[in-house]
């Protein structure tokens, strides 16, 4: 066979992979979004997993965007702290938010429907010790008191930073705290060498300094831009 018809043949096969690759990833879009869906929306109701009394990880995905559907209003803040008329608190992503200035950034409130009450599902987003980390922090519907958290990451190392998702007994430590001490915003502080004030403090994970200040940096900044709404909702 010629150099000649080499070629071709390589160009015609070259093309006929590249259809078929296209043909196949479009197939399978909708497929990785509806689990892409389905994960987020299990992340964010990770924070309430006590309140559910279910197990979110045995939880089919039906049931998971049932429970979505039913259970969670969404709510979309300016930077300001002012409901924004028709936005969807699910398509807020926090990473392409931080990266706009303060003051044009969006963020999205899940609030979840409960049968004692309603719980306020906040995304916060922060750095650890290699890339970035994240949460949801629910607090009760005295706009005061955590009912739960989960965190995420992309790289802190396992065993130690990496504790902030895989070891339950750091995010349980958050429940029950209190944000505010005499009337003012002190969030919830994550202390090397371990809490002394109980009722606004949890204990950082041992040998992860700097993922445990991480985490205290995204509570103080990260929950800021939502009490303007909850001040407003007080006044109701």
């Known amino acids: 066979m010629s150099n000649r018809y080499i070629t071709i043949y390589t160009l ?35 924070a309430i997993k006590d309140q559910l009394g279910t197990d979110l990880t045995k939880m089919p995905d039906k049931a ?6 039913q259970r969670i209003e969404q709510v979309v803040l300016d ?24 003051a044009d950034r969006h963020y999205p409130i899940f609030i979840y429907k409960g049968d004692k ?3 306020y599902l906040l995304s916060v987003r922060g750095m650890g010790l290699w890339d970035k980390i994240w949460g949801t922090i629910a607090i009760q519907d005295d706009f005061n008191t955590v ?5 995420g990451h992309f790289g802190e190392t396992p065993g130690l930073g990496a504790e902030i998702k895989d070891n339950p007994n750091f995010s349980k430590q958050f429940q029950g705290k209190t944000i505010y001490k005499d009337g003012q915003y002190v969030s919830v502080g994550v ?15 041992s ?13 103080a900044k990260g929950l800021k831009p939502y009490l303007p709404y909850f001040e407003s909702l007080k006044k109701k």
């Open 12 to 46: 015609v096969m070259t093309l006929i992979v590249s259809v078929v690759l296209a043909f196949v990833v479009s197939g399978l879009k909708p497929i990785h979004d509806s689990n892409e869906e389905v994960f987020k929306k299990k992340e964010i109701l990770g």
């Open 64 to 69: 998971v965007l049932e429970l979505f559907s």
């Open 79 to 102: 930077a300001s702290g002012k409901p924004i008329e028709g936005e969807m608190a699910e398509k807020i992503s926090m990473a392409a938010e931080e990266k706009k200035p303060e």
């Open 117 to 119: 009450g309603n719980l």
């Open 147 to 151: 009912a739960g958290a989960s965190f």
């Open 191 to 205: 202390i090397k060498g371990g809490a002394k004030d109980t009722a606004h403090e949890v204990d950082a994970i």
């Open 207 to 219: 040998g992860a300094t700097i993922t445990s200040s991480g985490v205290h940096a995204m509570m």
